[in-house]
């Protein structure tokens, strides 16, 4: 069982930037493909961003060029540095690592950190 724990959420006008980040529990975290998923009120849990263990990276078309992930497998940590938010961005933040071993899926999810864009 992998936990992760999120941190960096918060209010911010809009054109600000956040960072958050995501510690997970686990001695084979370069291992796992880290990802940031998002979920608005009345909404469904949507893909922002993935971090392969290559270091591939895949965003959705609404944060290119504003969001970056990234990883630090020493600190067994994920980031992902907002830029330019905007107030559609607001949501529940989740961080998730998955990985595939033969033919068994491993997927954790984190408790979710809240992002406020409002001016």
């Known amino acids: 069982q992998v936990q992760l724990v999120e941190s960096g959420g918060g209010l911010v006008q809009p054109g600000g930037s956040l960072r958050l980040s995501c510690a997970a529990s686990t001695s084979i975290f370069s291992h796992y493909r880290m990802g940031w998923y998002r979920q608005a009120p009345g909404k469904q849990r949507e893909l922002v961003a993935t971090i392969t263990s290559a270091d591939t990276t895949n965003y959705a078309d609404s944060v290119k060029g504003r969001f970056t992930i990234s990883r630090d497998n020493a600190k067994n940590t994920a980031y992902l540095q907002m830029n330019s938010l905007k107030p559609e961005d607001t949501a529940v933040y989740y961080c998730?690592?998955?990985?595939?071993?033969?033919?068994?899926?491993?997927?954790?999810w984190g408790q979710g950190t809240q992002v406020t864009v409002s001016a």
């Open positions: 998730n690592a998955y990985r595939v071993l033969v033919t068994t899926g491993f997927n954790y």
